[in-house]
Nanobody, 126 residues
Framework: QLQLVESGGGLVQPGGSLRLSCAAS????????IGWFRQAPGKEREGVAC????????YYAESVKGRFTISRDNAKNTVYLQMKSLKAEDTALYYC???????????????????WGQGTQVTVSS
């Protein structure tokens, strides 16, 4: 059974850091573009970042550029989202998603992804 499981969320103070993980089971991530998305209460889902399968090239939304880093470890079948300098507006449920393909190329629209995890909550508050 194909599954994505996010972990690493939690409560962090403004300015703090967290690293989210997205672990795949039932399939290998080697041939999939992986994206991270988030949804805050009352807001639409927002694409945050994506990473290519072919060359690990990345793309970031303007709202997180310079603060978030997406990476992948194919040996562990896991993708990470390192988040630093967190702000209150980063508070959301964070999801990872997978789409067959080689290159990310700015693919951070939800409809472009086929498989989704259940999400991990990130709360930034003092």
């Amino acid at each position: 059974q194909l599954q994505l499981v996010e972990s690493g969320g939690g409560l962090v103070q403004p300015g703090g850091s967290l690293r989210l993980s997205c672990a795949a089971s039932g399939f290998t991530l080697d041939y999939y573009v992986i994206g991270w998305f988030r949804q805050a209460p009352g807001k639409e889902r927002e694409g945050v970042a994506c990473i290519s399968s072919r060359d690990a090239s990345t793309y970031y939304a303007e709202s997180v550029k310079g603060r978030f880093t997406i990476s992948r470890d194919n040996a562990k079948n896991t993708v990470y989202l390192q988040m630093k300098s967190l702000k209150a507006e980063d508070t959301a449920l964070y999801y990872c998603a997978a789409a067959p393909g080689s290159y990310c190329s700015g693919r951070i629209r939800g409809y472009e992804y086929d498989y989704w995890g259940q999400g991990t909550q990130v709360t930034v508050s003092s």
